[in-house]
């Protein structure tokens, strides 16, 4: 019997060490390539809403070349006969002419300069979108993380409370146990399952959404490989006031509305050229038959006419009486006002941004540090304490069950900390127009 009761023991101490609140992860695995930073690039090369937005680049190139056209020449060609009726065929005139507008007051380059604004404008447009695509990669990934470390830590946990159920039955046996004991612990342990197949169900979702952003299925560029998730400190967070230069010279909304604004000069500029008349200037050859003279039916002289080419210039200019309302300028001042009053409010918007995110990284760490330094240590202690005194016959499995959930409750809002540290981070990384790394 005391040789039972030993064993019994060390079954109990090995059963009831796997319920530590350690970290659970697969360090053991070999190295893979699903880590953030390969994610990211694969996000940038794959993502089909970054490709649609691409496009927008592309037309907006297109528009340099279109703004660079010059007015297409006109060709005439006329014919005219005299309509009086005489035995002999009447003089017919014929001459081909070409004309062509000619643009003043600089409307080309104009046209050039806003086309080209247009194309810095829809870069930046382009890059603001990435930023936030990188966000939400970022969300999804530290999410996908977060996800699969709470379901190792469920499994280990159901686990140790299976190995708690099968030192019940034997101390039952030995008599050491009531039936109530083994029921409970069993309840315990089919009941935890259920949290374990959520968790797995959780952890599936979290990777399949990397594929929203990625634009591809995660198996299909990463294989099976299982995510990396180790995260390195951003040093450089500590100083805000090193920061806030920063993202006012790279932050991507501040340059959205820098270039907005030079668009906008520049088509102002454009306006004032347009207000300017355009000459058209027409050349032309007239070539007429010659035919002799002659009477009509009426009886009539018809004087004859000689074979004769008369070469012609002229030149028509629109008279510009429109000119005189100026709403169209008006128009375009306007837009430049608000240009700059978007870029003074892009700017506040940035120091603002910048400073929350700021706030929200200091908190966030500080709180992964507080789990780590104090309550996981504690959780341990706590049930390090309960583990012994079960062992001793001095606390109830209830007792030990407690203790168990509130270990598992802190460690999981340990891992909820370092998934708001990873997305802290990035969101002040991309506040100072950064590209975020983790």
Not at 61 to 69: L, Q
Not at 288 to 303: H, K, L, S, V
Not at 322 to 332: C, E, F, K, T, Y
């Amino acid at each position: 019997m005391t040789f039972k009761k030993i064993a019994i023991s060390q079954m109990l101490i090995l059963a009831l060490g796997g319920l530590t609140v350690h970290t659970v992860r697969a360090q053991n695995a070999p190295a893979t390539k699903l880590n953030f930073k390969n994610y990211l690039t694969a996000v940038e090369t794959n993502s089909l809403e970054l490709a649609a937005q691409r496009e927008t680049i592309v037309a907006a190139e297109a528009g340099v070349g279109i703004a660079g056209i010059r007015p297409d020449p006109e060709f005439t060609y006329s014919a005219s006969r005299e309509t009086v009726s005489a035995i002999h065929p009447r003089p017919v005139s014929r001459g081909p002419s070409l004309s062509m507008t000619i643009e003043t007051g600089g409307k080309r380059d104009a046209r050039i300069k806003s086309a080209r604004s247009n194309v810095m404008l829809t870069e930046a447009t382009v890059a603001g979108f990435k930023q936030q695509l990188y966000s939400d990669s970022a969300i999804a990934f530290a999410e996908a993380c977060r996800t699969r470390d709470v379901l190792a830590r469920k499994e280990n946990t159901l686990k140790a409370l299976s190995d708690i159920v099968r030192v019940n039955e034997v101390r039952r046996k030995a008599g050491d146990v009531g039936g109530i004991e083994l029921l409970q612990s069993r309840v315990e342990r089919d009941q935890f399952q259920a949290d374990v197949t959520q968790s797995r169900a959780d952890a599936a979702s979290a990777r399949l959404a990397l594929s929203l952003t990625l634009g591809r299925r995660v198996e299909d560029v990463f294989g099976m490989a299982a995510l990396e998730c180790g995260f390195t400190p951003f040093e450089r967070g500590n100083d805000i006031e090193a920061l806030i230069p920063e993202a006012l010279q790279s932050r991507q909304d501040v340059l959205i509305a820098r270039a907005t604004l030079e668009h906008a000069h520049d088509n102002a500029s454009l306006t004032r050229a347009n207000r300017s008349v355009d000459p058209t200037v027409s050349l032309g050859v007239t070539s007429t038959r010659g035919y002799p003279g002659g009477f009509d039916q009426g009886g009539n002289a018809i004087d004859g006419t000689s074979r004769s080419n008369v070469l012609a210039l002229s030149i028509s200019t629109p008279i510009p009486l429109s000119r005189l309302n100026r709403g169209d300028i008006v128009q375009a001042e306007s837009a430049v006002t608000q240009a700059m009053l978007g870029l003074n409010q892009s700017e506040l918007k940035a120091e603002s941004d910048v400073r929350t995110a700021h706030q929200r990284f200091i908190a966030a760490r500080e709180n992964v540090d507080h789990y780590r330094k104090d309550v996981l240590v504690n959780a341990n202690r706590m049930l390090d304490g309960i583990r012994l005194s079960y062992r001793n016959g001095a606390a109830s499995l209830l007792e030990l069950l407690a203790a168990q959930r509130s270990a598992d409750e802190a460690y999981l809002a340990y891992l909820q900390s370092e998934a708001d540290m990873a997305t802290a981070t990035v969101q002040l990384q991309l506040a100072i127009g950064e590209q975020p790394s983790l």
